[in-house]
């Protein structure tokens, strides 16, 4: 396999933009079209989704190293879409029809094997890691709507409860179906830490015409079944380190933060917590009231809220959190945990390290903007 000449005629297929993926999908349900069904009826999102890793896959195909786990997490993926080992030829097979079709007269027999060879590797890698985890998770979780909390008319607080124990780490995410919304799959974190009654909480802010978070932050009712995919992801506690701890939350992204914060309140001898929660205005500060109740119970633990469009006259800070966060101290002996808006993360990370944190020590996940 050529790595090189892969990663080139890949280059030319993209330049040709959505036309790809649609003539990618629309060959596949012609082949098969009882596949149809496993996709979302507006397909828009999943033809993005598919470009991206299809290039994130075609970039790293000489760096197995950093490709295997993400084909993995891909594999284990999938298996909530209800995809088993033989729908991979048939998408090799409209793949290939794809690749050779944008390629027109540069397509040859080279490069037809050097495609091959590529998506057999990704197909194996993928169904291996799914195979390897239907021995240790349904490919998804049922779960009744237990409890609803519109806190603004754009923040809603869920509680569900699924069918079965839904082992995870605080920090984690799920995906989760809407009722009404078929196959279309939203990242939500858990906002607690596990508890006895399985119940789990989400919150849930609604972004402007997302089909899925307008069903969840304004439509769902309590009695409502959802479905949650396997918990993935990275932003959990370091449970062995011995330092103070600094969260900082932007908006909703407070969600896996709090469940880190429960975790934390478990230890025999919590280390201090610095929690800062950052809103737009005040209005939006939507769990501050737990969060100060919580204060007042847990001497480990300092909640600061902060709001940067408009002046809070004193009431909070005053500010983006980036800029609170750096005015207020000497973090360099803390471990951070960042969660909110891409550019909140980014330039808080930035801030620490500027200020003397580690990189190591300081731990964030980006989420894309999902609908
Ligand atoms: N609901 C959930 O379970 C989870 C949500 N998230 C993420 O949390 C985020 C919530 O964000 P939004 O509601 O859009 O927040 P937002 O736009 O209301 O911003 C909240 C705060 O973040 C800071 N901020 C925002 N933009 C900034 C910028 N350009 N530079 C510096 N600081 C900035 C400000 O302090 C602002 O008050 C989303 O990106 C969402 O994906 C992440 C994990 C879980």
């Not at 003539?23 to 979302?40: C, G, I, K, Q, T």
């Not at 290939?96 to 540069?106: K, V």
């Not at 009744?144 to 839904?166: K, W, Y």
């Not at 769990?287 to 004193?314: C, I, M, N, Q």
Request: glycine share 8%.
């Amino acid at each position: 396999m050529d790595a090189q000449r892969l990663k080139d005629s890949f280059g030319q297929v993209a330049r040709q933009g959505d036309a790809v993926a649609l003539f990618f999908y629309a060959d596949l349900f012609v082949r098969n079209p009882h596949l149809r069904d496993m996709f979302p009826v507006g397909m828009s999102a999943q033809r993005d989704r598919l470009l991206a890793a299809l290039g994130r896959i075609v970039s790293h195909v000489d760096d197995l190293p950093a490709l295997v786990p993400f084909l993995q997490q891909l594999g284990r993926d999938h298996r909530k879409f209800g995809i088993v080992a033989e729908h991979y030829p048939q998408v090799g097979a409209s793949l290939l029809a794809t690749l050779r079709y944008f390629l027109g007269e540069d397509w040859n027999d080279d490069l037809a094997e050097d495609w091959n060879s590529a998506y057999s590797l990704v197909a194996k890698v993928m169904n291996d890691a799914a195979d390897d985890d239907s021995l240790v998770w349904p490919a998804w979780w049922n779960a009744q709507v237990i409890g609803i909390e519109r806190r603004r008319f754009d923040i809603t607080v869920l509680r569900a409860v699924p069918d079965r124990p839904l082992p995870y780490r605080p920090g984690q995410s799920v995906a989760v179906e809407a009722p009404g919304r078929l196959r279309q799959w939203r990242y939500y974190s858990m906002a607690n830490a596990p508890r006895s009654d399985q119940t789990i909480d989400f919150h849930v802010r609604l972004i402007d015409g997302g089909p899925v978070s307008t069903v969840l932050a304004r439509n769902v009712q309590v009695g409502d079944r959802l479905r949650l995919g396997a918990p993935v992801g990275s932003l959990t506690l370091d449970a062995d380190s011995p330092r103070d701890v600094l969260l900082v939350a932007g908006s909703t992204g407070l969600a896996p933060l709090k469940a880190i914060m429960e975790e934390i309140g478990q230890r025999p001898v919590p280390p201090r917590v610095r929690l800062y929660f950052g809103a737009r205005t005040a209005d939006a500060l939507y769990d501050l009231e737990d969060l100060r109740k919580r204060a007042a119970e847990s001497p480990w633990l300092t909640v600061t809220a902060a709001v940067s469009d408009e002046d809070p006259g004193g009431a909070f800070e005053h500010g983006l959190l980036p800029d609170v966060v750096a005015r207020a101290g000497n973090w360099s002996g803390h471990d951070a945990y960042l969660c909110g808006p891409p550019d909140m993360v980014e330039q808080t990370a930035d801030r620490l390290l500027r200020l003397g944190v580690p990189g190591g020590r300081i731990r964030f996940e980006t989420f894309g903007g999902d609908r």
